[in-house]
């Protein structure tokens, strides 16, 4: 039954495969944010050992003599807190732009830009986590960009992300469909 409407939708129109297509990649964003937070999650001890090597910056040479260099524990979880709640954060917004996307798609297009707003949102918080944690902070305040052993898995990957769903939120943006 939802194959066949799905299918239909797609079918339909060129506008309606537009539309599914933002609607899948929004729900994408929305699945990036879920495995993420439960990865973060389910690994604590290892997200909170990310954090601690990336604030005391004790994975290059010099660093932890650094004035910037910290091992505040608060500082530590707060980092943790603030990765793991915008990627859930990210997921909750994403998943309720999806469905508001989708109950929308054969509706007018000011009606489906409207439906868009939750999903931006999503990819917004996850664009400002990734960008302004992991570039900003982490590898501009804290130099992890001097680490080999941070540079590429973390950087590397929040830059990633953070490009993706960026492009994400930019298409979906649009207004062309």
Sequence with gaps: MMA???????TTTP??????????????VALWGALSAIHNLLAWDGTLGAVRAATSMATFDGGPENWQATSSSMLVWAGAIFIVGAKLLTCLLCLVGGVNMWQA????????????????????VATLMLFGGFIVIAETWFELWRS???????????????????LVGIFVGQSND
């Design 105 to 124: 798609r054969a509706h007018s297009q000011s009606a489906f830009d409207q439906a868009k707003k939750a999903a931006l949102t999503g990819c917004a």
């Design 148 to 166: 080999d052993a941070m540079r590429g898995p973390v950087l590397g990957s929040a830059l990633r992300y953070g490009a993706m769903i960026t």
């Design 15 to 28: 506008a309606s495969m537009l539309r599914i297509t933002k609607i899948l990649l929004i729900l994408t």
């Design 4 to 10: 066949t409407r799905l299918a239909t939708a797609i």
